[in-house]
């Protein structure tokens, strides 16, 4: 259902979602190196852990071509601040152990809040579309419309177990990049859709009708050309 124009997003859960950007033909290194250092990290037990690895033969990024893909993205979650400063004093050096696989320069940290929109269970493939507001519109007015509006377009989406709106923090995002060792992306969210089949999910928006009206809306408050769309599988590390 729509969201309430009377809610406010969700602030109760945190999120950091490292995106790395392996260097040719590391990304299966990458990935399994990835998991590794995420499964030996202590932690406690309200932190759950995701991997996310780019899918061959990718057919989202052609459509920002401007913006390469990310492709490996480790994400973390968690209700407690302390319990992610955790995490990130125990991955302290972590760009120092990904970086012959990968390019820390091109990398990024996003720190924010996650709106389960539609909730899910773990989808064994995840769209993630990495999203910047256009000239000219303040990050608070693009999460209000984001929230608030155009999130109508993942509540109509077919063919789809989930929807998360990702609202990141530019300054918290800014400080664990830091401290991880890799590099900066400024973006204002992250649009998830969970998909069960890659065919599935296109016989449902087959007609190209509900994309036309989606990329329309964005432009009221997307810089689209610099935004960037990909898929990934998915595994859980820690639930």
């Given amino acids: 259902m729509p969201v309430d124009p009377e809610s406010q997003p969700d602030t109760s859960l945190l999120r950091l979602q490292i995106h790395l950007a392996a260097r040719g033909g590391c990304r299966e290194g990458l990935s399994a190196r990835v998991h590794d250092l995420a499964l030996a990290a202590t932690l406690d037990d309200n932190v759950s852990i995701t991997l ?4 061959e033969d990718d057919p989202f990024p052609a459509a920002n071509p401007l913006c390469r893909p990310f492709d490996v993205v480790l994400e973390v979650e968690t209700d407690s ?4 400063d955790s995490f990130l004093d125990a991955m302290q050096d972590f760009g120092d152990r990904v970086a012959d696989l990968s390019h ?3 990398s990024a940290a996003l720190v924010g809040a996650p709106q389960k929109l539609i909730e899910s269970t773990p989808p064994p493939l ?3 579309y990495l999203m910047r507001r256009k000239a000219h519109t303040t990050h608070a007015a693009y999460i209000d419309y984001y929230f608030h509006n155009h999130s109508n377009f993942g509540f109509i989406t077919p063919n789809i177990s989930g929807y998360t709106q990702f609202h ?14 890799v590099g900066t992306t400024v973006v ?3 649009s ?4 069960e089949s890659l065919d599935l999910f296109f016989e449902g928006i087959g007609d190209g ?3 036309t009206e989606a990329a329309e809306d964005e432009a009221r408050f997307v810089d689209r050309d610099n935004s960037v769309s990909f898929l990934c599988t998915t595994e859980t590390i820690v639930a």
Wanted: hydrophobic share 45%; net charge negative.
């Fill in 104 to 106: 820390l320069d091109l």
């Fill in 52 to 55: 996310l690895t780019e899918v």
């Fill in 126 to 128: 995840r769209y993630l």
């Fill in 81 to 84: 601040i302390s319990d992610l």
């Fill in 209 to 211: 009708r509900l994309g």
């Fill in 168 to 181: 990141v923090d530019a300054a918290a995002s800014s400080e664990a990049a830091k401290r991880l060792g």
């Fill in 192 to 195: 998830e859709l969970s998909i």
């Fill in 188 to 190: 204002d969210s992250v």
